[in-house]
């Protein structure tokens, strides 16, 4: 599991865990917030879902930051298309 190896993200599964206890909630509420003041353009629940919750973002970018691996190689790694990767937080 890519938390349990420190040698890819470069942290231990303690630190990752307080970042996740730290910027999760607020991640979450931006992404709410984000969600409210945008006009609905489809029905509640149409559209994209989002595959990738934000543990796994957070992941995506510490490998990606160490490493310097492509979108190409995370959007496989994480099972995931390449777009899903680029899309902003």
């Known amino acids: 599991m890519i938390v349990s190896n420190r040698w890819i993200t470069g942290l231990s599964a303690d630190v990752i865990a307080e970042l996740v206890a730290e910027f999760g909630s607020l991640w979450h509420e931006r992404h709410q917030a984000k969600l409210t003041s945008q006009p609905q353009k489809r029905a509640v629940g149409a559209g994209a879902k ?18 310097g691996v492509t979108h190409d190689v995370l959007a496989c790694w994480f099972g995931v298309d390449r777009s899903t990767i680029t899309r902003p937080l």
Not at 50 to 67: E, N
């Open 50 to 67: 989002r595959r990738m919750v934000f543990i796994d973002r957070l992941l995506a970018t510490l490998v990606h930051l160490r490493h």
